[in-house]
C-alpha cells in the first residue's frame, strides 16, 4: 500500500521531469552570443552541483524500482525497463568516489544516450536547464581525484561540475552484460 499522498507526489515529479527533458528546437537562428553557450541540465549528486550537456540527455524521469544485479561493480545500482529496452542505472557517487557522508536519497533519472550507448544516472534533484557561455568555463583546474578529472568537462563560473557525458558513454567500464 502506498503512502497518503505518494501518488500526487509521483505525478509532480513526472509532470516536472517531462518539462525538463523537452528540449525544443530554436525557433530563430542562433545568435554569434548564443553559439558561445553550452547548454546544460544541472543536478545535484552527494550534494553537489552537477551537469551534462543537454545533447545527451535523452530524458529524465522520477526513480522507479530498480533490480539490483549481482556482480556488477559498485557504481552499477541495477536496470531498469525503458521503452521495451532494459537499461542499467550508475550512481555518480559510487563511481566518482564522492564523499558518501552527504547521502541523500536520489529521487530521480537522468538518461544519458549517444549513437552507441544509454544508461541512467542517479541524480539527488533536477535544478534545471542552464546556459553558460563557453569562456566561462574553467578548463584548468586544481587536481581533483583522477576519477572526477576523467570525467570533468570544465567548471561553470557558478562553480558546477560539467562532466563529459560523451566520455561516460563512451567508457567500456560502464557495459553491463546480461546473459
Known sequence: MTEPGHDRQQEILRER????????APAAPASPIEERCIEV?????AGERYAFETVYVAQVFPICAI?????VPNFVVGIIPSEGDVLSVIDLRSLLDLPLSRLIEPTSIIVLRNQTMEFGILAEEILGIERFPLESIEHELPALSNTVDTYLKG???TRTAILNADQLLSDSR???EIS
Open 17 to 24: 521531469a517531462v518539462g525538463l527533458a523537452r528540449i525544443a
Open 41 to 45: 541540465l544541472e543536478f545535484k549528486s
Open 67 to 71: 533490480t539490483p544485479i549481482p556482480g
Open 155 to 157: 567548471v561553470s563560473s
Open 174 to 176: 560502464l557495459i553491463v
